[in-house]
């Protein structure tokens, strides 16, 4: 089993409504930008590889039946998640909506349960209950895994909220998307969050479509960062692609929000390399613009090209990671695979909790 | 070790696609991420791209072979320091996958393949399954004796329904300090309709917050709140502007405990007025009972006394499920008697006999019940002697009770201001005939707000409500009098 598979759909040329990839692309790595020692670089290269190949294998789980329903893969987006992950604190929470593996995986949770979970197994973190868009973890303070576009924005203000009502001095990074941006909740969280001055970081991860739609088809506004302008939430673009980018922007956003003064958002301009869900045929970019993102700005290749230059570390120094890795998402994948799916009596358990 | 690469799906029903060429060629090195085939489906054209390294050893599926079924090993990669020229295929092209549920490869080389392949796509018509295990609606009949809930000798003191509600949120709030009320006006302005008086000024604004008029965002921000562990009672200004939150009671409250495979409850409580008002139009007057009572996940309230007002909010802000209470707008300002004691809870999902009788049974609950009560006085002066139980809570719905009072009197007449269809006399009906089908000496009748959109003028309003005449009128008529 060697392949993952894509429909990418041959692009039509000269179709209407095609983004320009060198409009808004994502910027190169300034000369001042932050740099990482050697044991950072060596950590998010671990962290996003994992995240890349558990995606790799979800993919072509999906493709051999094992898989089911709505897959949402997040390659391409690594280095946003591990980026503020290396950012946050003890008992920081997270929240986020359907294309949830990366982030769950950053959180620190078991591959194996992540990987039932999208087989629909009885091992799965939501006991096979859940699927890929419905996980959560209150360990690990991931709150979900949400499949209603937009409504994680709400509720992550509601966990800073928490927060802040028990002066725990933790915050909750909220991740959505450039789609989920144009939802009304949003500004009405906004707004909660900057009057009561909630501990809480808004990320929009900018990957340039919501499903089909481009931004600059689905936005008035195409510059996120500034969505907060009109509540007063100060906001920054960040260089998605970028680990050392997101990790510094997350240090300051973070900072921000534990100290008292209210939320913060961060755009990080990033780019999925798949489609939108597994069966996107994904006819709205160009072939292009898709092979220039992943040669140019890969985040993983980034760091990788860091290792190798700057800490000269050997190619079998990586090779040693990779197995590694690969070791750790074989495993989950061969668990998810055997693991029986959940016994019928669970259909009726898990509905109320008992009163007391 | 050699790798077969087999023909992908990639969407839940795709069967079989087009190898329409191969984009590297024998002896090739190929690395992750590098595209090797394209296929073709009759909807898309999509790429096989490789994730491991290694060489292409041998291509077993030409270029423009159609109808290459899912799972067909179409080429050997070779690893690493293999000697690609000597690498065979490791298995035959199995015959065409069958429609669905084929066993995958993985699971024939572990010698699953007599096991079903768990695909969750196709169906679970062929997938041997027991028998659920049917939720416990009746168990062995042991009707709830709501007169034990008030012990014998209990002082009483009259008191609204408005300040009943006030007193149970009051009690908690001091009983637990994460217990919290939100919404518009609650705090500064004392309530919309002066439900949360006198809270801001015991408990400060921490604890009792001024919302936005968002009520989308703050039910949210409610139910996040909740998943941390914190009570919050949010308090809608009327539950016809819950309709801009209903995604957060349904979706993000309701069943998130499912979703999570039992981690993730919310305790949280959504209350508010509910039904029609007075003169207010078609958007502010809805009885949504049934709306939030056909949510698993859910627990629905509708109080009528003051005592049950007071006694069931306790009861919901302890429940550690989600609880939609509504409460009635009229029935603020109505006083009743209300025990004098330290702590006194009512039990959700326990209907109340409101009065005894042995010719027929009117249920309702909530609003509803003042005209069932009325009803049942008129009834008595004709000889028709009226037993009324209030349902108190709509989900779960205590049957047991609803199915003891019919087998007792054979007649059924259901009362409520909600649509009738799909109403809570609807569901009333079908469990009295599901469960007490041979005690029924007539069909169930219901009594409900007409089928239209709620009326301004004064007139129109009143036609479309229920009314006491119409209860009489029902109770006789199954009673063939
Ligand atoms: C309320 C709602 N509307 C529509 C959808 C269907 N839908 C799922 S994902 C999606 C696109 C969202 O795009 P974006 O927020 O940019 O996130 P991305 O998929 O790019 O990560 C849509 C429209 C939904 N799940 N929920
Ligand atoms: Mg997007």
Not at chain 1, 136 to 165: C, D
Not at chain 2, 272 to 289: E, F, L, T
Not at chain 2, 388 to 403: E, F, G, S
Request: charged share 25%; with cysteine; hydrophobic share 40%.
């Amino acid at each position: 089993m060697a392949v993952a598979a894509r429909k990418a759909g041959r692009a039509a040329s000269g179709a209407a409504n095609k983004t320009n990839p060198s409009k808004n692309p994502v910027k190169k790595a300034p000369p001042n930008t932050p740099q990482f020692d050697k044991t950072q670089d060596l950590d998010a290269y671990r962290e996003m590889l994992l995240i890349r190949r558990f995606e790799e294998k979800s993919g072509q789980m999906y493709g051999m039946g094992l898989i089911g329903g709505f897959c949402h893969l997040y390659i391409g987006q690594e280095a946003v998640v591990v980026g503020m992950q290396m950012a946050t604190k003890d008992g920081d929470k997270v929240i986020t909506g359907y294309r949830d593996h990366g982030h769950m995986l950053a959180c620190g949770m078991d591959p194996k349960g992540v990987m039932a979970e999208l087989t629909g197994r009885r091992g799965g973190l939501s006991k096979g209950k859940g699927g890929s868009m419905h996980m959560f973890s209150k360990e690990k303070h991931f709150y979900g895994g949400h499949g209603i576009v937009g409504a994680q924005v709400s509720l992550g203000t509601g966990i800073a909220f928490a927060n802040r009502y028990r002066d725990d001095n933790t915050v909750c990074l909220t991740y959505f998307g450039d789609g989920a941006a144009n939802q009304g909740q949003v500004y009405e969280s906004f707004n909660m969050a900057e009057l009561w001055k909630l501990p809480v970081v808004y990320v929009i991860e900018n990957n340039r479509y919501a499903m089909g739609t481009s931004v600059n088809r689905a936005s008035a506004q195409t510059d996120f960062s500034k969505r907060g302008v009109s509540f007063n939430i100060p906001g920054e673009q960040v260089d998605g692609m970028d680990v050392r980018a997101v990790h510094e922007a997350g240090l300051r956003a973070i900072e921000h929000a534990r100290s008292g003064k209210g939320p913060y958002i961060l755009e990080m301009l990033t780019y999925r390399y798949r489609g939108h869900s597994m069966s996107d045929p994904a006819k709205y970019r160009t072939k292009d613009e898709v092979t220039r993102m992943r040669e140019e700005f890969d985040p993983i290749e980034q760091v990788r090209r860091r290792l190798l230059e700057s800490w000269k570390l050997s190619e079998d120094e990586l090779k040693a990671i990779d197995s590694k890795v690969r070791e750790i998402v074989n495993e989950a994948a061969e668990f998810a695979t055997h693991d029986p799916e959940p016994d019928a009596s669970e259909l009726y358990t898990d509905i109320l909790l008992p009163t007391s | 070790m050699a790798i077969d690469i087999l023909m992908p799906a990639l969407s839940p029903t795709m069967e079989q696609g087009k190898l329409a060429k191969w984009l590297k060629k024998e002896g090739d090195k190929v690395k992750p991420g590098d595209v090797l085939a394209e296929i073709e489906t009759d909807k898309a054209t999509m790429e096989v791209e490789a994730i491991d390294e290694g060489v292409l050893a041998k291509i077993l599926v030409g270029d423009g072979t159609d109808n290459v079924a899912v799972n067909t090993p179409i080429a050997v990669l070779a690893g690493e320091g293999e000697d690609a020229s000597t690498v065979q295929a490791s298995a035959p092209a199995p015959a065409p996958a069958p429609a669905q549920a084929a066993p995958t490869p993985d699971a024939q080389a572990e010698g699953l393949a007599d096991r079903p392949a768990p695909d969750g796509r196709s169906g679970t018509d062929q997938m041997p399954r027991a028998e659920p295990a049917a939720p416990a609606v009746i168990s062995n009949r042991t009707t709830h004796d709501a007169m034990a809930e008030i012990p014998e000798g209990t002082e009483m003191v009259t008191m609204t329904v408005r300040e009943a509600l006030r007193d149970a949120m009051a009690e908690e709030m001091r009983r637990d300090p994460d217990v919290f009320v939100m919404g518009e006006e609650v705090a500064e302005y004392q309530g919309a309709y002066k439900v949360t008086q006198g809270l801001l000024q015991e408990f400060g604004p921490r604890r009792v917050i001024d919302t936005p008029i968002t009520e989308h965002g703050f039910a949210g921000v409610g139910v996040g709140a909740a998943y941390t562990g914190l009570k919050p009672v949010v308090e809608f200004m009327t539950f016809n502007f819950a309709m801009q939150a209903i995604d957060h009671i349904v979706n993000s409250a309701a069943k998130t405990l499912y979703m999570s495979g039992g981690q993730l409850g919310s305790p949280i409580v959504f209350r508010g007025p509910n039904g029609a008002a007075a003169r207010v139009g078609a958007q502010h007057s809805q009885d949504y009972a049934a709306w939030y009572s056909s949510l698993p996940g859910l627990k629905v309230v509708v109080p009528y006394s003051a005592s049950d007002a007071k006694g069931l909010l306790k009861s919901a802000i302890r429940d550690p499920n989600p609880v939609v209470f509504l409460e009635n707008e009229i029935l603020y300002g109505q006083s009743f008697p209300v025990p004098k004691l330290d702590d006194f809870l009512v039990p959700i999902g326990k209907a109340r006999i409101h009065r005894e009788g042995k010719d027929v049974t009117i249920v309702s609950y909530g609003m509803g019940m003042t005209y069932a009560l009325k009803a049942a006085q008129e009834l008595e002066k004709e000889g028709i002697d009226a037993e009324v139980v209030d349902l108190r809570t709509i989900r779960p719905m205590d049957t047991d009770t609803l199915v003891a009072s019919v087998m007792k009197t054979g007649r059924c007449v259901t009362v409520d201001e909600g649509f009738p269809q799909s109403g809570v006399g609807a569901e009333i009906a079908t469990r009295i005939m599901e469960h007490a089908f041979d005690y029924l000496d007539a069909p169930v009748a219901r009594v409900t707000g007409k089928d239209v959109p709620m009326p301004y003028a004064a007139n129109l309003e009143k036609l479309a409500l229920p009314s006491v005449a119409e209860v009489v009128q029902a109770a006789k008529a199954v009673c063939y009098r």
